[in-house]
């Protein structure tokens, strides 16, 4: 099983999910096993003809690829952002990359990917590690920023180079060591107001 297999879900789950829906938009280079007669222009605007020989390399919507891989009918290739060059530029520095410039649905798009490529027996066995190490990185690093952010300016900086999924992440992080501190404030207000109250409950002393 690979890091990326024990993520999915059963099929259909996310089918009113709005990130999911966006996320199958992004174009994947695949390669026609059989050809396709007749909407060549269709899958591919640039063709100059309706009919598409085996082995014609096109560029489709996620969801479309999903189902013809399925099906056996073509090859699935990875997109640049998930290509030997991207995967050494984020080993270098996974927190510096600015993810969101490449893929907003980063990981969604891995996840799917992968299984596309699974479905039609083309596989990248490194692929799923890198994407698990990937996001295992650059999760750590949203959980040590977010708690010390002294403005939104600083907030927006981080915010510009996250994915959706990272994103959402992050808002609940500061979300949360906002509640914490808001706690701890209230906490320390209410045990003075209740010492304060303790004292002037007490009678003065009167001497006879």
Known sequence: MSALDHLS?????DYYDIDSIMSEENIIPCVLRHGCTGVGRVLDPGADIDDLTPGTRVELPLWMVQVMAKRQLLQVNLPIYFKDHMRRKIRAGAGCENLRMRCNHFYTVAHK????????GHGDESFPDFVAQTFAARYRDLLTKAPTLDNHADASDIQAKLTNEELSLFNLA?????SHDRYRANKSNTSWVSKRQHHSMKRPRVDA
């Open 9 to 13: 879900v059963p099929e259909g789950f």
């Open 113 to 120: 990917v992968h299984a596309a490529m699974v479905a039609c």
């Open 174 to 178: 500061v979300y949360s060591a906002v």
